[in-house]
């Protein structure tokens, strides 16, 4: 398979095999109107398999969402044809807007409007709880 060379844009490489898709949605990269290519399942020497977004334009990205879905991911931006930059996203001390607290009796059950924070509480298990009820993410 084929996909084009991209001269100005970004490239995000070691995405766990299968979640390509939840990181387009949540990129909302559908709004743009670029090329984006999804590539699933890809061969990876370390991992076995994995994804990779291809996008075919430079734009701000959120990094802590990045390295709340894996710390490994691989952000490259590409300018004239050439890698300028490689990054690994940090597992965030703070996550918002991302998970959703499935506490019914969390305030932000009731309060609609209120974003849901979560704060990590364990980095070595990758443990998020939200900061208004202490609620375990899953």
Do not use: A
């Given at each position: 398979m084929l996909i084009g060379t991209i001269v100005d844009g970004i490239?995000?490489?070691h995405i766990p095999a299968g979640r390509g898709m939840e990181l387009y949605r949540y990129l909302r990269l559908d709004e743009l109107s670029c090329e984006v290519a999804i590539i699933m399942n890809a061969p990876?020497?370390?991992?076995?398999?994995?994804?990779?977004?291809?996008?075919?334009?430079?734009i701000d990205l959120n990094l802590d969402l990045l390295g709340y879905i894996d710390p490994h991911i691989t952000v490259n931006i590409i300018k004239n044809?050439?890698?300028?930059s490689k990054t690994h996203p940090a597992?965030?001390?703070?996550?918002?807007?991302?998970?959703?607290?499935?506490?019914?009796?969390?305030?932000t059950s009731?309060?609609?409007e209120l974003e849901h924070i979560f704060?990590?509480?364990?980095?070595?298990r990758r443990v998020?709880?939200?900061?208004?009820c202490d609620t375990r993410a899953k």
């Open positions: 490239v995000i490489d990876s020497g370390k991992r076995g398999k994995k994804d990779i977004l291809k996008i075919n334009e430079v044809g050439e890698r300028v597992l965030p001390e703070t996550i918002r807007g991302v998970i959703r607290c499935k506490n019914p009796r969390c305030i009731r309060e609609q704060k990590l509480t364990d980095p070595d998020y709880r939200c900061i208004y």
